[in-house]
């Protein structure tokens, strides 16, 4: 194993963005063989309003050095008036991600990232307590880095980057900096999404730690605590960055929502994952089943339980399947359920997908009305997710009305959801609002 890297010591700046002149830039852009490049109007108009991409299909022309383009490249209308500098990724389907609104060298994008990710970690820090010691410290465009997420899973602190613009040694060596400095964690480690790394082109990063305070015996594991449940975490493996810290507030809910409504005999999560909703539910449910198709997740969940186990005394059981395939065997059979959570995960990755997964959707959340308890004994509680960004609040309900009206069920919306605070929504950024929760009375 490489020797783990050890922190800069360089001192960290807080520097504002330095001021540009947009009309000399923009005539330097429109006369020059200066690096650049053109979007359509339409693209120029969302980057107004204070959106962050532009996709390929926007872009008019691009100046640059195909053989090794470049990180960073100045941002014209086609009119050639500057609109800033953006993150050029040439193979992405978004092509371009502003960084700023005036035209700024490499260097003054690091002194900018740095400024921003320190801001970004200290607004987390509020969100930490010996409850919770995890949390999401960066979320890419909603915290103005795009491309850069971090994750804090107790003492470890897991890395992505996600766009080719800040796929360098420079901002690793930077992030590395600033999460020493203000976290002092075990280890950080960068944990690639492959997907991504394929439609971006990034390179394939060390398989060693970034930086480890033990070099000789770095730290990949730990036990990490949301909402006083303890749970294990390996950064070499799981899902996104290891777990689903979006949602922890949406875990702690449902159980409150349970409670509140007396739905507490037997519940069911459909699509468990590792048991977050499943362990969240046995603090106050007689008796839990999680469902997944995935075996290597089970085991961790059978691990988070016997790390709970002071804490639960339902009757919990795990059951590795298709959801699809049980959920229509169960309802068939008349299997009952006073609690039923509904997480599957992303069905719709792309606009193109939204169809079929609305159908996936109403057939997972029709066999769960079919099942949850019916209102001659009190009603029953229905808590269902979507991860899709593609997929909207009005697809969502309505999908969910129609499978109430073929499992001739009248549902009360009690709450909508979304994800927790430190995955922040940013209004003219829609494609931060991903996660939606409804909690649904059933009668």
């Known amino acids: 194993m490489s020797k783990p890297r050890e922190p800069k010591k360089t001192s960290s700046r807080k520097t504002p963005e330095p001021p540009k002149s947009p009309a000399s830039s923009a005539a330097q852009m429109g006369n020059g063989p200066v690096a650049g490049a053109r979007i359509s109007r339409r693209a120029a108009d969302r980057l107004r309003s204070g959106h962050l991409w532009v996709y390929a299909s926007d872009v008019e022309s691009i100046t640059a050095d195909e053989a090794n383009p470049p990180a960073l490249i100045p941002v014209a209308d086609n009119r050639g008036l500057l609109l800033g500098t953006a993150l050029f990724s040439p193979t992405s389907q978004i092509t371009l991600r502003l960084v700023s609104r005036a035209e700024i060298t490499e260097a003054e994008w690091l002194v900018l990232l740095e400024d921003r990710l320190r801001r970004a970690v200290e607004k987390r820090l509020p969100l930490l307590s010996n409850e919770t010691d995890s949390c999401r410290l960066c979320f890419s465009e909603a915290d103005h880095l795009p491309g850069l997420v971090i994750d804090k899973y107790g003492e470890l602190v897991i890395l992505q980057l996600l766009a080719r613009g800040i796929d360098s040694d420079a901002v690793r060596d930077l992030c590395v900096r600033v999460l020493h400095e203000t976290l ?26 970034l930086w480890s305070a033990n070099a000789n015996e770095p730290a990949t594991q730990t036990l990490f605590t949301l909402n006083g449940l303890k749970f294990h975490f390996d ?29 507490t005999a037997r519940a069911l999560d459909v699509c468990t994952y590792q048991g977050g909703f499943a362990l969240h ?7 839990v089943t999680g469902v997944d198709v ?44 006073d609690t039923i959570v509904v997480d599957p995960p992303a069905f719709a990755k792309t606009r193109r997908a939204v169809e079929g997964a609305l159908h996936g959707y109403k057939e997972l959340n029709l066999r769960a009305l079919k099942m949850v308890r019916a209102g001659t004994h009190g009603g029953g509680l229905l808590v269902t997710c979507s991860c899709s960004h593609h997929v909207d609040w009005s697809a969502l309900e309505g999908t969910v009305a129609s499978a109430a009206s073929d499992a001739h069920r009248r549902v009360r919306i009690v709450e909508r959801r979304m994800a927790a605070p430190d995955h922040p929504v940013v209004l003219n950024l829609p494609e931060t609002e991903y996660l939606k929760c409804l909690v649904l009375a059933v009668e």
Not at 281 to 287: E, I, T
Request: contains cysteine.
């Open 294 to 337: 995935s075996h290597a997740s089970l085991e961790v969940a059978e691990k988070n339980l016997a790390a709970n186990r002071e804490k639960i005394l339902a009757e919990v059981d795990w059951i590795e399947a298709d959801a699809f395939d049980l959920l229509r065997d169960w309802s068939d059979a008349r299997e009952i359920f």
């Open 235 to 263: 950064a070499n493996a799981g899902q996104k960055t290891g777990a689903f810290l979006d949602q922890r507030t949406n875990y702690a809910a449902a159980a409150e929502w349970a409670q509140k409504l007396g739905t």
């Open 281 to 287: 539910l046995a603090r106050v449910c007689q008796r």
């Open 184 to 209: 002092q964690p075990a280890s950080i480690l960068e944990r690639p999404d492959p997907r991504i790394r394929e439609l971006e082109g990034l390179s394939a990063p060390s398989l060693a730690p």
